[in-house]
């Protein structure tokens, strides 16, 4: 029953054996899901999960010089993923780094067809906040919707903390693509500027999943414009595939402005256009993929000059 | 006399271990206004055994085992008599000072009450120079304002006013700039003071051994950082800088191991932070792995 296994790319020499042993367990941990395209339920343990996060963790702008210190790091609650009963905390994705484990949140995938259970708990114990989760494009009923509106929705739109609550998806044929999910609860404003959103990547029936998926979530975090929470190329993901890999790159918006994605060296189709940039706005979102074939180390960005000098800026490296 | 014994013992101890700050008794400032403070009478001990509260508010002890109990004054100032299990006893204090009190079914229960019209505390960890101490405090709400005074050596002199919450709260963040005694200070009133040792730097001593199947860097922290975490961090070219592969919680705020693959030799960088884990001490030393 295993769908894909997350490759992570082996860096060389001295690095990969300083970092062998975290890529390694990481490998293990994310290599679950279904084989077939047969309709299957799929579950997963999610919780809200005070932590202290640093936008910049190697403290420099390295385009344009700038050192940060102390003052890009907030404590936040995020999206983590967990073992069944919320019994043991696990990478929300496989990273060979400890600063790229928590923004966003586990990336939570699905066939068209499959129901999706979500258990849902709030370890909230910094802030004492409601939290919930909402999910795009997929479908539910209003007591698994998690967006407060008094009066009228239940305790899946407002967790307390130490409380829970199991969300019941349906993937539908509408379902295929790349989705946000997000906190709807009384506390959404903060909980969005604090990074806990994350995505729904939902394969049709028969689609092939890719070699590597990248997921890029374009939102600002405190002062900066960040690219999954980071902020400056070395910061924000460091994305790797080879000559050959079937790539896929989802992208979404968090936030309430709009953003240009662009990625250097490469083109795909949208509805049959070729494009190298593409708009996304607020809680919009899109998929794409190629084979890939160009060697490098490319940028990808987002293209609002003013976003990208505040940080909205990575690398991609392809090699053979 | 025994609890002037044992403040005597942890003054002794504190001037013993650089960096330390003495252990304030816990100022019971969770409960609300008018309800009198909270002491948990167990089996075997009181919980809290030291509480500190402001002048002319209660203490509430409460029967929590299956025993009778007394709270009974060493200087005859007070006795609940039997206290039965589940049941309660409270005690106003009007006039300032440290009242000791004991248990006369149990002698080796015992705890105390100090009481003041400023309480003033400081956090029970190690500093050093540069760091920022943040005290905390209570009073009673009239006053408005309280004033921080530090004495260095030469006697007390003000350092700081804050302003007090609706509850008469307050807190002050002062640098700790050396060794010294800071006291709050209300109109006519004044807080017992509180003692700070700072130590001139932390130090961060860290090796790297070469073992059958890993090697290991050890380090080590002086003064100790309770909770704090290290980081290892090799120089990665595609991140721009110094990247966090591996960290370690300090064991007793003073050690921690970290296990790498055999085979590399390069220089990393360990980095002590906060118990946040993000927060950079400034304290970072290098070392070359062996292979």
Redesign the interface.
Known sequence: MIDRIWRVPAPAG??R??????TAALVAVAAAGPATAAAVTREYWVGATPT???IV????D?ILGTRY??ET?L?TVTYRRYTRGWKKLLRNAPA????SDRIPGPLLHARVGDRIVVHFKNFDTRFNRAHSMHFHGVSYKPSSDGAYLPGFSGRDAEVKPGQTWTYKLRAGPQSAGFWPYHDHSTSMHESLAGGMYGGLSIRGRRERAPDREFVVVLAPTGDLQTINGHA????TP?FSARVGDLVQWDVMAIGSEHHTFHVHGHRWLEHGVPRDTQTVGPAESFRFRWREDATG?WFYHCHVEQHMERGMIG?Y?VTR | MRCLRVAGLLAALAATVPGLALAQPADDNTHAPGEPAQVSIGATAVDPANIAILTGERVEWHNASVRDHTITSRDGLFDSGVIGSNRRFSQEFSAGGSFAYFCRIHPFITGTVDVAPVLLSAPARSFVRGDKVVLKGRTHPAAGTVGIERDSGGGFVPVTSVPLASDGSFSASVPAEGPASFRAVSGTDASAPVRIDVAAARVLRVSAVRGRRHQVVRVTVSPPLPGAIV?LQ?Y?K??????????ARLEHGRRASI????????S?RIVLTEP?????TGVRRMVRLPG
Do not use: K, M, Q, Y
Request: hydrophobic share 35%; no cysteine; charged share 20%.
């Open positions: 001295t690095l054996r300083l970092l062998g042993s975290a202290t996060w640093n963790p190697n403290g420099v390295a210190g102390n790091i404590p060979r780094n400890v600063d400056f190329v070395g910061n460091v180390t690398i490296r | 980081r090799p990665v595609h991140r721009f800088g110094w990247w966090t592969t591996h960290r296990r790498l693959p055999r085979g590399s030799t390069a990393v946040d884990g993000e927060t950079s």
